[in-house]
């Protein structure tokens, strides 16, 4: 969350020198790490960042923006590829044979700042030539979110991106990105299950025997103990 590519790698690296002190790697000088295909052999090292682009994908630029990236080294593809909201994007490094651990997390970051760039200026388009149609798209999901008992988590990536359009927009405020990232994780079906297990919730009579629908009935009162603190500018 926050782009922050600093703190993971920090932590991987911490991680992969523990397992070096038990553990023998193939690995040579010239070469780096050694694997079974040409593109993991040297810093061995893949990344990936999740982005949200809502404007981009409303303007049609999705393969233009790919036009921008060197497609022999990152690939850029739905997150979650069956949901009905298409927004939200992983951006992921598929060649590590070429520079240092350092320098290939400087280019990726520079990659990533790119797309960024990009979803910023064409927020800006369509809030200057498509705010009407764009509060009508957020505005329906917050509908969807406030009437609704039960939310699969497609549903609600579809409302995670609309909070994070909003949000780029100008048009919703009391909210910040980590929250808006952290919901991805939050309200997943393994997160839930996990969370009902351990707490006391107490569910209508009829879905009380169901672990699915127990956990779109939670996933329905995050969402909207969510939307409640946010404001919205018509």
């Known amino acids: ?18 397992l070096q002190e ?3 790697f193939a690995w040579t000088k010239e070469c780096g790490y ?3 295909s040409i593109n993991d052999i040297g810093s061995g090292m893949k990344l990936s960042a999740r982005l949200v682009l809502p404007s981009t994908v409303f303007l049609g630029k999705i393969d233009e923006l790919k036009s921008e990236i060197n497609t022999k080294k990152y690939s850029l593809v739905p997150a979650f590829p069956e949901s009905v909201s298409r927004n939200i994007f992983q951006f992921s490094s598929t060649f590590c044979a070429e520079d240092s651990e350092i320098e290939q997390l400087a280019t990726f970051e520079g990659c990533v700042r790119t797309l960024i760039e990009h979803e910023k200026k064409n927020t800006i388009i369509v809030r200057e030539k498509y705010l009407t149609k764009a509060k009508d798209f957020i505005l329906k999901y917050f509908g969807t979110v406030k009437f609704s008992l039960l939310l699969d988590f497609d549903i609600s990536l579809a409302v995670i991106s609309a909070l994070k359009w909003g949000k780029n927009l100008g048009i919703i ?3 910040s990105d980590e929250d808006i990232a952290s919901l991805i994780f939050r309200l997943q079906e393994f997160h839930l299950r996990m969370s009902i297990k351990n707490q006391n919730f107490v569910f209508p009579e009829d879905i009380k025997d169901d672990e699915k629908e127990k956990a779109a009935f939670i996933r329905s009162i995050i969402l909207q103990e969510t939307v409640e603190k946010i404001s919205f500018t018509i």
């Open 22 to 24: 038990s553990l023998q």
């Open 173 to 175: 405020t009391g909210i």
């Open 34 to 36: 050694l694997a079974s």
């Open 1 to 18: 969350s926050a782009f922050n590519l600093e703190f993971p790698f920090s932590v991987c690296k911490k991680t992969d020198l523990l």
